[in-house]
């Protein structure tokens, strides 16, 4: 299955593709808008398809519903009420960079789009930096030597059997995601889901030797410590310039 390209008036967004590439069934858009002037956007795209188990998900980035394709049909699976976070039609229409509209959405950063395991979904809300940005604060990556924007991300989780979606209130800058008070680690936030209800998150060797101090570890209520002991043996034999660190994690 694959996406096309929103320019508000196509009639369809996903094709079914068979194993020569021909489009064999074509399932309608949604999302409707006039454009002041053409122009192409990120927003206009989907997101990569969520697999869970052997389930296939389809979502695009400003339309707040999941999709599930199956028997050959997209059929409405789940809605994510995100509330101040919903996109914006009205910037789709209006592309201007001092819009002072949000550029919220579903919008994935390395390797998160949307996280499905049989129970939850995970997901990251980005809300660009607005241009001009007179209070931003750029972010220096040492890997790339380049800045970035201060680009606000917030996390939730959707309840699957529930149908309800939550929105964490970790806005604090190390602890965005799910805090993590069993070894005093960074926060967790799943990237991956491997099976068997485990799921993996990826840490900076970098972020850790910086984040993790004892001032950082006196502010939480660390629940295991024989755990955290062992996080402090990891920190001492890590360098900065390390590979990631992978982090599993079991869901109750």
Not at 179 to 208: C, R, T
Request: charged share 30%.
């Amino acid at each position: 299955v694959g996406s096309v390209f929103n320019n508000g008036k196509n009639k369809n967004k996903y094709c079914l593709f068979n194993e020569n590439g021909e489009i064999i069934k074509s399932f309608p858009n949604y999302v409707f808008f006039n454009r002041d002037r053409p122009r192409a956007s990120d927003y206009d795209k989907a997101l990569d398809p969520v697999r869970v188990e052997n389930k296939l998900y389809l979502k695009d980035y400003v339309n707040d519903t999941l999709y599930i394709l199956e028997d050959s049909q997209m059929k409405p699976a789940y809605i994510f009420d995100t509330g101040k976070y919903s996109y914006p039609i009205e910037y789709l229409e209006n592309f201007n960079l001092n819009n002072p509209i949000p550029r919220n959405s579903f919008i994935f950063g390395i390797g998160l789009g949307i996280v499905g395991t049989p129970e939850f979904f995970f997901y990251k809300i980005v809300v660009p930096d607005v241009f001009p940005r007179p209070k931003a604060k750029p972010r220096y990556n040492e890997l790339t030597k380049t800045f970035r924007p201060d680009d606000k991300e917030v996390y939730g989780i959707y309840y699957i059997k529930q149908k309800i979606n939550v929105l964490l209130d970790t806005d604090e800058e190390l602890r965005k995601g799910f805090v993590n008070d069993l070894n005093g680690g960074l926060s967790f936030v799943p990237k991956y889901y491997a099976g068997d209800n485990i799921v993996v998150d990826v840490w900076d060797a970098g972020e850790m030797k910086e984040a993790l101090t004892e001032e950082y570890f006196s502010s939480l209520t660390i629940k295991d410590r024989q755990a955290h002991q062992k996080l402090k043996e990891v920190l001492k034999n890590i360098k900065e310039d390390d590979n990631p660190v992978v982090v599993v994690a079991k869901l109750k």
